[in-house]
């Protein structure tokens, strides 16, 4: 994908600003894939925006913005599915958790935009290679047993 980029020459949307309602279309139907199981969200919606002439920065960004709806949603849904087990006590330990979560997420986030404007996807391919690689080994031999 890095590689067919260059060779294609600067992408069409370099800023999410940029971006039609066409593109932001596209991208949310690439996130689907990540319903197939070992997929990852992100780097579908990712992938998914570099093959639609997305910039790099630019997919990973709005990647980003598809995470906030998802990620409420499943946040909601989770606290409705254990409503009986919360009480008014656990109000404190959720805002200190939403909050610190709220501040280290923008932190790691605005740091990746900014690594991902210089950096490409490579090392990442081969470590999921890897790691894909460790897992399948380990449980062919039975060293883990991969269930859930």
């Known amino acids: 994908m890095e590689r067919r980029q260059k060779a294609a020459g600067a992408a069409r949307v370099n800023d999410v600003d940029d971006m039609t309602t066409l593109d932001a279309l596209k991208l949310g139907l690439a996130q689907s894939f990540a319903l197939i199981p070992g997929t990852s969200r992100s780097g579908a919606t990712i992938i998914g925006g570099m093959l639609f002439g997305l910039s790099r920065k630019a997919a990973t960004e709005f990647s980003f913005f598809l995470a906030i709806p998802t990620l409420i949603g499943a946040g909601a849904y989770d606290t409705w599915k254990h409503r009986a087990l919360l009480s008014m006590d656990d109000v404190p330990m959720f805002a200190v958790g939403l909050v610190l979560a709220f ?3 923008l932190a790691v986030v605005h740091w990746l935009l900014r690594y991902v404007a210089t ?16 897992v399948l080994l380990t449980a062919w031999t039975g060293t883990v047993a991969w269930v859930a």
């Open 103 to 105: 501040v280290s997420a």
């Open 119 to 134: 950096h490409d996807f490579v090392p990442f391919a081969w470590y999921r290679i890897v790691f894909g690689g460790v």
